[in-house]
């Protein structure tokens, strides 16, 4: 009875957990396309001063970082905006264009920006799963969370058992021949 109510806490914190994926990765969403448009006011601004000083923004990077070791700096901050902006660009419309249980799929590879993980999940609120994905998630999660304390409570069973019937010096199953 124990063991049973036990698999199904399990299960019901599993169907808790993962009911929360469809709404986290909306937030994660949100959040990246914030991101992106900043990053992308960035890269339209080196963009223009390039083109003010005549030339592609490549050149112009190589340009900035033969100036001096400030001006080196500031080129490789640059070429990091520029790099992650389009790393970013990518995640973003690959996750767009996925559904709720693609990007489910998809999310080790398309959440890759650590920082803007961590700042959704800092004002991240659980809700309930109001909608079908949430619930498939809720039950995925369910079936997840009992099976995996189901299998660990009864490998810990057979181990005690075994033990047990090993450190009592006879067998699990007494002979009942004898009487």
Same mark, same amino acid.
């Given at each position: 009875?124990?063991?049973?109510?036990?698999?199904?806490?399990?299960?019901?914190?599993?169907?808790?957990?993962?009911?929360?994926?469809?709404?986290?990765?909306?937030?994660?969403?949100?959040?990246?396309?914030?991101?992106?448009?900043?990053?992308?006011?960035? @890269?339209?601004?080196?963009? !223009?001063? +390039?083109?003010? $000083? %005549?030339?592609?923004?490549?050149?112009?990077?190589?340009? *900035? =970082?033969?100036?001096?070791?400030?001006?080196?700096?500031?080129?490789?901050?640059?070429?990091?905006?520029?790099?992650?902006?389009?790393?970013?660009?990518?995640?973003?419309?690959?996750?767009?264009?996925?559904?709720?249980?693609?990007?489910?799929?998809?999310?080790?590879?398309?959440?890759?920006?650590?920082?803007?993980?961590?700042?959704?999940?800092?004002?991240?609120?659980?809700? @309930?799963?109001?909608?079908? !994905?949430? +619930?498939?998630? $809720? %039950?995925?999660?369910?079936?997840?969370?009992?099976?995996? *304390? =189901?299998?660990?409570?009864?490998?810990?069973?057979?181990?005690?058992?075994?033990?047990?019937?090993?450190?009592?010096?006879?067998?699990?199953?007494?002979?009942?021949?004898?009487?």
């Amino acid at each position: 009875m124990i063991l049973r109510l036990l698999t199904l806490v399990g299960g019901l914190t599993g169907a808790v957990g993962l009911s929360q994926f469809p709404e986290f990765s909306q937030q994660y969403m949100q959040r990246l396309g914030g991101a992106v448009d900043e990053l992308q006011r960035q @890269v339209t601004r080196y963009e !223009e001063n +390039a083109a003010e $000083a %005549g030339m592609p923004l490549d050149a112009y990077l190589v340009a *900035l =970082a033969e100036e001096g070791e400030m001006a080196q700096t500031q080129a490789g901050n640059m070429a990091s905006d520029i790099a992650r902006h389009q790393r970013l660009s990518s995640a973003l419309e690959t996750l767009e264009g996925a559904g709720p249980f693609m990007r489910a799929r998809l999310a080790f590879d398309m959440m890759p920006d650590s920082e803007v993980a961590a700042r959704a999940l800092e004002v991240y609120k659980p809700a @309930v799963p109001a909608t079908f !994905e949430g +619930a498939v998630f $809720a %039950g995925v999660g369910f079936l997840g969370g009992w099976a995996v *304390l =189901a299998l660990g409570l009864a490998i810990l069973r057979r181990s005690w058992r075994m033990m047990w019937g090993t450190l009592g010096g006879r067998s699990q199953r007494p002979n009942r021949t004898e009487t």
